[in-house]
């Protein structure tokens, strides 16, 4: 589970990341926050997920120490290198698809999540926009798995969406 907050003031933030790290705990289900490692630090959280403009893998893996999952963005070879080498646990790479989450986002064509998950030893996680309507578009990439938020918080019976999801990227995922 990762939370995401770009808008949210950092007090209200921490409360949140609290709440959320318990619920977590609960169901023995890996927690991390996306861009705040001083959030990341406060509430214990297994980890932090970083971007190119954030912080640096290794700067983060320094604050947070050995045992925590460091997460990077990636969207070259490039990139995905140089966060493996600096110490990432795993990759985000996208957006393989348009996303209304992140409407900004630079999308990565499948071609060079392809790339990318032939240059690292590190799990590929594809993220932005995946849906039931395309995540097969992802087979034969390599990739360890997918984030999603729209296709799940977007639907009807989101128990019912994220069990469908689980069902189709496993056959998609390489095992």
Same mark, same amino acid.
Request: charged content about 25%; aromatic content about 4%.
């Given at each position: 589970?990762?939370?995401?907050?770009?808008?949210?003031?950092?007090?209200?933030?921490?409360?949140?990341?609290?709440?959320?790290?318990?619920?977590?705990?609960?169901?023995?289900?890996?927690?991390?926050?996306?861009?705040?490692?001083?959030?990341?630090?406060?509430?214990?959280?297994?980890?932090?997920?970083?971007?190119?403009?954030?912080?640096?893998?290794?700067?983060?893996?320094?604050?947070?120490?050995?045992?925590?999952?460091?997460?990077?963005? @990636?969207?070259? /070879?490039?990139?995905?290198? +140089?966060? #493996?080498?600096? $110490? *990432?646990?795993?990759?985000? %790479?996208? &957006?393989?698809?348009?996303?209304?989450?992140?409407?900004? @986002?630079?999308? /990565?064509?499948?071609?060079? +999540?392809? #790339?990318?998950? $032939? *240059?690292?030893?590190?799990? %590929?996680? &594809?993220?932005?926009?995946?849906?039931?309507?395309?995540?097969?578009?992802?087979?034969?990439?390599?990739?360890?798995?997918?984030?999603?938020?729209?296709?799940?918080?977007?639907?009807?019976?989101?128990?019912?969406?994220?069990?469908?999801?689980?069902?189709?990227?496993?056959?998609?995922?390489?095992?």
């Amino acid at each position: 589970m990762q939370l995401r907050e770009k808008a949210l003031d950092e007090a209200s933030f921490l409360e949140e990341a609290r709440a959320i790290r318990e619920l977590c705990a609960r169901y023995q289900a890996p927690f991390v926050i996306n861009d705040n490692v001083d959030i990341a630090l406060a509430v214990n959280a297994d980890g932090v997920h970083v971007g190119q403009s954030d912080m640096q893998a290794a700067d983060a893996r320094k604050k947070l120490g050995p045992d925590k999952i460091i997460g990077v963005s @990636a969207q070259t /070879v490039e990139q995905a290198l +140089l966060a #493996e080498k600096q $110490g *990432a646990d795993y990759l985000g %790479v996208g &957006a393989v698809f348009s996303t209304s989450t992140k409407p900004d @986002a630079a999308e /990565v064509s499948i071609d060079t +999540l392809k #790339e990318i998950c $032939g *240059a690292v030893k590190i799990p %590929v996680v &594809a993220i932005g926009g995946i849906s039931p309507e395309n995540v097969k578009e992802l087979k034969g990439s390599n990739v360890a798995g997918a984030a999603v938020v729209s296709a799940i918080f977007a639907a009807a019976d989101i128990e019912k969406a994220a069990r469908d999801l689980k069902e189709q990227l496993e056959g998609v995922v390489e095992q």
